[in-house]
Nanobody
Framework: QVQLVESGGGLVQAGGSLRLSCVVT??????VAWYRQPPGQQREMVAL???????RYGVSAKGRFTLARDNGENMVSLRMDNLNPEDTAVYYC??????????WGQGTQVTVSS
């Protein structure tokens, strides 16, 4: 059974930092990504990593967010610095299996107060 379990969300003041984690079990993957969905908006890519390639970041994440992979533990994290209220969203972890199937986590809420 494939499971993606996110954690680390919460309430933080503007300018603060959070670190999200996603533990993946039951599937082998080369690509992992973080997405977010602000209230009333579409889901957008925040960071994407494929084994052997450079990590890609969304425009809003560049220079502030850092994706890190611990392949031995099948875990991926997202370090978010200098947060602002526009970063308020539900953050999702996604992996793409070796067979091209996508799996999503349940999401974790991040709220940034001004």
């Amino acid at each position: 059974q494939v499971q993606l379990v996110e954690s680390g969300g919460g309430l933080v003041q503007a300018g603060g930092s959070l670190r999200l984690s996603c533990v993946v079990t039951g599937v082998t993957f080369r690509t992992v990504a973080w997405y977010r969905q602000p209230p009333g908006q579409q889901r957008e890519m925040v960071a994407l990593s494929t084994t052997g390639a450079r990590t890609r970041y969304g425009v809003s994440a560049k220079g502030r967010f850092t994706l890190a992979r611990d392949n031995g533990e099948n875990m991926v994290s997202l370090r978010m610095d200098n947060l602002n209220p526009e970063d308020t969203a539900v953050y999702y972890c996604k992996v793409i299996s070796e067979h091209g199937r996508e799996y999503w986590g349940q999401g974790t809420q991040v709220t940034v107060s001004s």
